[in-house]
């Protein structure tokens, strides 16, 4: 029986416990666990590495089929004026090569100074007769002179007289010629017939007649819209002496167009 009998340790219930047993890792510091272990990566911070930052990133709306509907309907209006302007100007050229417009031309054949004189208000009344000689040059076009034309005659910066011209139809390569008749009134009178009768001593006085007639071109049966024709001519003249017909010792023209 004694040998059968197993002794069992004492143990002591007030004895102090024992101190904890210290182990050291068996991964060095700065190493991976396995793979079997955890999988997070202890690593330890490298010195002086530079701080990163995370910049949200920002995401723009798609466009929307509202926006792309105008864009596709600006980018094609564009594009049909673009082709209008084309054919407009593809028009335009034919028509010039074709028809090769000119500028009618003027001259002044003579002119009369009807009357000339001072009124008791001090104003300065003239009447004047003036031939016109225009010329059609062209040879397809045709020019219906319609109203609303003015003449007018001016000595330095004062008109002295105005008028205008009749309507009519001018043809191809035609000449026609006007007489038209020019009436004004003038204020400071005294001043201006002073300054005409020291230019006449001297035998050339200078007239400046301007020309705006509004005129429609006729191309073969087609009328096109309505244009003014500017003119502009630089007479001098050796008096202006009442019911006598001035001799004009030189005349400038130039002529333009106004759409």
Known sequence: MTENQRIHPVVDMEAPPPPPTTTRPLVPRGSFKSEKGDPTRLQQPTVNQPFRRTVPVMYSRPPTKKRSCCCKCICWTISLIIILLIIIAAIAGILYLVFKPKIPQYSVDNLRISDLRLNFDMSLYAKFNVRLTAVNPN?????????GSHLSVWYKNTQLCKGSLPKFYQGHQNKTVLDVALTGQSQYGNTLMSAIQEAAQTGRIPLDLKIEVPVSVKLGKLKLRKVRILGD??????????????RIKASTCKFGLKL
């Open 233 to 246: 001519c630089l007479l001098i003249v050796d008096s202006l002496s009442a019911n006598s017909l001035v």
């Open 139 to 147: 040879k397809k076009i045709g020019i219906y002179y319609e109203k």
